[in-house]
């Protein structure tokens, strides 16, 4: 989005854009509405449909990657953003233990979900499951709701992340409180309670409910669907690691060009 005058050619501004204007009757804004909420629509009855046949895909993928060493470790790994969080040694060597990764998708709502991290017996934690669940809250209008043919509601069309979705935490039973990696490498928040001055460790995924930097989305909505991929290095994921220079190479132009500062991906949930 622009935010002052960009640059345009000598003589522009004696030039009217015949695409300067344009007016929208209330009929067709009416239209517009409606075709937007029948395209909402037939994309959640198509992820429905999608989820449905991909879940006994992944169950076949669950037993054989549960033969391969350090299957999910790596693949969560090869993620920039991923390994970002999970950047000191201790993460690495007690994600070394993980055995198993699934991500539960939320039945009556596919963009909720609760992620499982499987662990052999280790020196960190006594917990063999860490879960991390993205509950659905239905709104109160839900309550009047009747669903299409599809099982499609109109809060469902009106999902709202932050009004409808409660994340949990929970505590790790650690061993040691000198392995208690939370403790030693605490989560350190900004000026804003969700802002991230510094993440710690990884595991404070777990023991906070918030998820400012969406690390849960990613890992459901990412590396969970193509976790051979990234597992593989198939996967050419640099948009975390190079957002700065990114940003240092817009410095030039936002003398002349007053932008907003770039946002990250949008998660797909």
């Known amino acids: 989005m622009v935010k002052g005058t960009k640059r345009s050619s000598p003589g522009a501004e004696d030039e009217k854009s015949p695409l300067a204007e344009v007016e929208l009757s209330d009929e067709d804004a009416k239209r517009l509405t409606e075709i937007q909420r029948d395209l909402a629509r037939a994309e959640l009855v198509l992820e429905r449909q999608a989820q449905a046949t991909l879940k006994p895909v992944y169950e076949k993928r669950r037993q054989v990657v549960k033969a391969i060493p350090n299957f999910w470790p790596v693949a969560l790994m090869r993620h920039n953003l991923f390994g970002y969080y999970a950047q000191h040694n201790a993460d690495q060597t007690a994600l070394s233990y993980l055995e198993d990764l699934w991500v539960e998708k939320d039945p009556n709502e596919h963009r909720c979900f609760t992620i499982e991290f499987h662990f052999k017996d280790n020196q960190f934690f006594n917990d063999r499951v860490l879960k991390k669940e993205y509950k659905y809250l239905p ?43 939370t403790k030693v490498y605490p989560r350190e928040h900004g000026q804003d309670e969700d802002e991230i001055a510094e993440p710690g460790s990884f595991f404070n995924i777990f023991e906070h409910e918030a998820d400012p930097s969406e690390v849960g989305i990613t890992i459901a909505n990412e590396i969970f669907p193509e976790a051979i991929e990234y597992f593989l290095g198939n996967v050419d994921d640099n948009e975390f690691s190079d957002s700065e220079d990114e940003e240092d190479d817009d410095d030039d132009d936002a003398a002349e060009i007053d932008l907003e500062k770039p946002r990250t991906k949008k998660r797909k949930v």
């Open 139 to 181: 709104p109160p209008a839900a309550e009047r709701d009747r669903a299409d043919e599809n099982g499609i509601t109109e809060s469902m069309l009106d999902f709202s992340w932050d009004r409808d979705v409660q994340i949990s935490s929970m505590k790790i039973d650690w061993k040691d409180p000198e392995k208690a990696l």
